[in-house]
Nanobody
């Protein structure tokens, strides 16, 4: 059973950076497409960034393009979300999710993912 654990959230000032980690234990992530989602208070959960299992394809929401970068380290069995130039509107709980699929597929639909982490809070405020 795949278990995902997010870390790296916290409080940061506008313009600052954070790197979120999504780590898995006992099961390797290299056959899984991974998505990062976020949910702000009173809002629906939305896709932020996704990476295919072969790392050939990535997706970024328009609101984070040019500021966020998703990457995978198979040796560490971890997927990262580097977040730069953070804005107050990036404040949310961030979740990683995984689905077992090969190839270059990325998914922005929550229903496509079978495994979810517990979330990590990101707060951007001065």
């Amino acid at each position: 059973q795949l278990q995902l654990v997010e870390s790296g959230g916290g409080l940061v000032q506008p313009g600052g950076s954070l790197r979120l980690s999504c780590a898995a234990s006992e099961v390797t992530l290299d056959h899984y497409a991974i998505g990062w989602f976020r949910q702000a208070p009173g809002k629906e959960r939305e896709a932020v960034s996704c990476i295919s299992s072969n790392d050939a394809s990535t997706y970024y929401a328009d609101s984070v393009k040019g500021r966020f970068t998703i990457s995978r380290d198979n040796a560490e069995n971890t997927v990262y979300l580097q977040m730069n130039s953070l804005k107050p509107e990036d404040t949310a709980v961030y979740y990683c999710a995984a689905t077992y699929v090969g190839g270059s597929y990325t998914y922005t639909d929550l229903d496509e993912y079978d495994y979810w982490g517990q979330g990590t809070q990101v707060t951007v405020s001065s």
